[in-house]
């Protein structure tokens, strides 16, 4: 085994509930990343309050697992405030890390809370060496990386760079750049950089061309809707590229949803390292018939 998988990676999964965190948990999690009332880009999943916060917290910690919270929205003058009680609040329930896709909330907390680890959002549409290296020195212990990010980038990010990696290996894609998407807000008034997005990527669109003519898509009428992410068979790749953490979207799922995916992705983690044979028939069946739009690999390999 190479110098790159002697600390093993982590498996980081999504959890919007209570129910949710303790199902990671259960299935192999080595860390959850979870939303409060305030502050999430998913603001539509249950989410948790300060008290089921702390439970799942304690939960966590006394099975060994890590909890994240994301503090990931951008955030208005008015808002600081409230921004700075809430961060106080995480460090005394003994967060692990927040994540964090506005600079000016990363300075505060810096200033402010400097025991509190700091992970860059994928939302700040990082993909290459010089913006891992100015969050590194800007105090981020880990950088969560845009989606769009190729192994060939992340291995040479890797080769110049100290700061932990993050990348997402299962679950819904956004058709947006790194989830910067103007779209929800523009028809809806709903902004996804506000935790509000109302998916319009998800609805059925008619083709229509300057003259009038509708074009017909023979994959149907869902022209922004992106496949899921799913690398359960590429784990090897993404180990050995230099990441420390595999991240599993959906914190708006259901709890058996995340337990299933957990589950799987834990037990082909562990078939690498300890050099066994990993039989994905059974994986691939439940997997699929928990939540799929169909799969990709995403820009791991390609455009």
Do not use: W
Not at 91 to 102: F, H, K, N, S, Y
């Amino acid at each position: 085994m190479n110098q790159v998988d002697m600390k093993k990676i982590e498996l980081l999964a999504p959890a919007g509930n209570l129910l949710a965190l303790k199902a990671a948990v259960e299935n192999g999690a080595d860390a959850v990343y979870i939303g409060g009332a305030q502050f999430s880009a998913r603001q539509k999943a249950d989410n948790f309050t300060r008290e089921q916060m702390a439970e799942g917290i304690e939960y966590a910690h006394a099975r060994g697992c890590k909890v994240h919270v994301a503090v990931n929205t951008l955030m208005n003058n008015e808002e600081i405030g409230n921004f700075i009680e809430y961060a106080y609040q995480l460090a005394e329930l003994g967060v692990d890390a927040v994540i964090v896709q506005d600079l000016g909330a990363a300075h505060i907390l810096r200033e402010s809370l400097p025991q509190l680890a700091i992970h860059a959002s994928t939302q700040m549409a990082v993909h290459n060496t010089a913006g891992v290296e100015l969050l590194q020195n800007e105090g981020f212990e880990r950088v969560v990386l845009a989606r769009e990010t190729s192994f060939e980038s992340i291995r040479r990010i890797k080769e110049h760079t100290d700061v932990e990696l993050e990348v997402f290996v299962h679950g819904a894609l956004c058709v947006a750049y790194s989830g910067q998407c103007l779209l929800s807000s523009m028809i809806g008034g709903r902004s996804g950089n506000r935790g509000l997005c109302a998916q319009p990527c998800r609805m059925p669109y008619q083709l229509v061309g300057a003259d009038g003519t509708e074009f017909k898509n023979a994959e149907g009428p869902y022209l922004l809707s992106t496949r899921d992410l799913n690398m359960l068979h590429h784990l090897p790749d993404l180990i050995t590229s230099g990441v420390s953490s595999l991240k599993i979207e959906g914190r708006m799922k259901r709890p058996e949803y995340v337990a299933t995916v957990v589950r799987h992705y834990r037990e082909a983690i562990d078939a690498y390292y300890n050099r066994r044979r990993f039989d994905a028939k059974q994986a691939d069946r439940e997997i699929t018939q928990i939540f799929n739009r169909d799969f990709t690999t995403g820009y791991y390999y390609k455009n």
